[in-house]
């Protein structure tokens, strides 16, 4: 059988991803065969300044422009390009001359500098799809959903609305339908029945309106927060439901920062990244890591089987 074929965009080019992606190329290339959204005058720069040779194999998707590689800075041009190899990227799954995409990572401040509106590639996946996708990060030990993202902290608790929340977890449940689920609560021990906050009654009618619908208890919670990634909890649950950005992140990188993946849920195609950043300050060093890129390449592997397996289960329904 042919390898399934992977979309990479290639992310900031004054970061490390370029690196990391010349780097694993020999190890993903045995899983899958990957198309790199990059043109040859960009590439060919990029491994000038690494001091390594392209190998034959790798297969690009030509996209437009041509700019000076400036390692560590955030450049708006270069930010432009990470846009623009994203969208191609996007594009291959499209066209259905790919079957997932893999984001190396963008800087979010370069975007802006470039005048695009999005905060990240999650946010542009949902206007560009107008879908509701949901960012969830782990892997095999342990995986995050968050219900918020990229806000301030200021504003998590007016954004806890009822119905809002049992959509996202009707949502994660048809990406995720049988694993049970633990939601954390938002204040601190969960609200002590509303002594320190009333946002768990919320996050408890989501649950259980949810949980109805669904027709088994997946969603359990709301738990308190503190507790929610102690050992002995995280032996009863994979999958988390965090109410914010660190709630949910800091313990995980916490435990498995190396290793991490960002996976993106309700969506037509299958998009998963590394969880990690541009690392600017170590940019054409030669030490930038792979292994939560062959991770998020190995997930979007997995992704695609699950994906042809449940629909190989509705035909045969």
């Given at each position: 059988?042919?390898?399934?074929i ?7 080019l004054n970061?490390?991803?370029i ?10 290339s045995?899983?899958?065969?990957p198309i ?17 040779t392209?190998?034959?194999?790798f297969?690009?998707?030509e996209?437009?422009g ?24 996007v594009?291959?799954c ?8 893999v ?18 590639h ?16 782990g ?17 998590v ?5 009822y119905?809002k929340?049992k ?8 990406s995720?339908p ?5 939601v ?5 021990h ?20 949810a ?9 359990v919670g709301?738990i ?7 050992p002995?909890c995280?032996?009863n649950?994979?999958y ?8 949910g992140?800091a313990p995980?990188k ?12 309700n ?11 541009t690392a600017?300050d ?9 292994l ?5 390449v ?20």
């Amino acid at each position: 059988m042919s390898k399934p074929i992977i979309a990479v965009s290639i992310g900031d080019l004054n970061g490390v991803g370029i690196e990391i992606a010349l780097k694993a190329h020999e190890v993903i290339s045995k899983i899958c065969h990957p198309i790199y959204c990059i043109n040859r005058t960009m590439l060919q720069k990029a491994s000038a300044r690494l001091h390594v040779t392209v190998p034959d194999d790798f297969e690009l998707c030509e996209v437009e422009g041509e700019f000076d590689i400036q390692p560590g800075k955030v450049d708006a041009v270069s930010g432009l390009y990470a846009y623009e190899s994203f969208m191609a990227a996007v594009h291959l799954c499209e066209e259905k001359k790919a079957q997932a995409v893999v984001t190396i990572p963008i800087h979010k401040e370069a975007w802006m500098k470039a005048g695009l509106e999005f905060k990240g590639h999650t946010d542009l996946l949902r206007q560009h799809f107008n879908k509701e996708a949901i960012m969830m990060l782990g892997c095999q030990k342990m995986y995050v959903a968050l219900f918020t993202e990229h806000i301030p902290l200021k504003d998590v608790a007016k954004n806890i609305k009822y119905k809002k929340l049992k959509q996202f977890f009707l949502d994660m449940h048809n990406s995720i339908p049988e694993a049970p689920i633990a939601v954390l609560g938002l204040n601190p021990h969960a609200g002590d029945n509303g002594v320190l906050g009333q946002e768990e009654l919320i996050i408890t009618k989501a649950i259980k309106s949810a949980n109805k619908k669904i027709g088994f208890e997946q969603f359990v919670g709301p738990i308190v927060p503190d507790v929610a990634f102690a050992p002995y909890c995280r032996n009863n649950y994979n999958y988390f439901v965090a109410m914010y950005h660190d709630q949910g992140l800091a313990p995980l990188k916490a435990l498995y920062f190396d290793e991490s993946v960002n996976i993106s849920l309700n969506l037509p195609i299958v998009r998963t990244s590394v969880d990690h950043g541009t690392a600017f300050d170590i940019a054409y060093k030669g030490e930038a890591k792979t292994l939560s890129y062959v991770n998020a390449v190995q997930s979007a592997l997995d992704l695609i089987d699950n994906k042809t397996h449940r629909q190989g289960y509705k035909k045969e329904i």
